[in-house]
């Protein structure tokens, strides 16, 4: 069983950043075979993705909507995502999630073939 714990979100104003992490863990999970994913969602509305990184970490993909201002990478000798975003706008405001699947051979945005998920955490951005 693979457990995710997301961690760095809060309450910032229009223009700033801020970093997130997601941690595994779990019995016999090997990190550097999952896809980590994150994805978000505001109230009323759907999951949506944002970015995610291969196993290997050897490449990543980004959400048209956030690809100039979020950085994802990986360190998998500590089992841990990082998503770094900056010039964060009132619209960024939700709950980040990070989810993990088995490795897969292109880019899954979608969150239903994800899983593993942590309980997320609040990103709050003030105009």
């Known amino acids: 069983q693979v457990q995710l714990i997301e961690s760095g979100g809060g309450l910032v104003q229009a223009g700033g950043s801020l970093r997130l992490s997601c941690v595994a863990s779990?019995?016999?999970?090997?990190?550097?075979?999952?896809?980590i994913g994150w994805f978000r969602q505001a109230p009323g509305k759907e999951r949506e993705f944002v970015a995610l990184v291969t196993g290997s970490a050897d490449s990543g993909y980004r959400a048209d909507s956030v690809k100039d201002r979020v950085t994802i990478s990986r360190d998998n000798a500590k089992n841990t995502v990082f998503l770094q975003m900056k010039n964060l706008k009132p619209e960024d405001t939700a709950r980040y999630y990070c989810?993990?699947?088995?490795?897969?051979?292109?880019?899954?945005?979608?969150?239903?073939?994800?899983?593993?998920w942590g309980q997320g955490t609040q990103v709050t951005v003030s105009p």
């Open positions: 989810a993990a699947r088995y490795s897969a051979h292109f880019y899954d945005t979608r969150p239903d073939h994800y899983n593993y």
């Open positions: 779990g019995g016999t999970f090997s990190f550097s075979t999952y896809d």
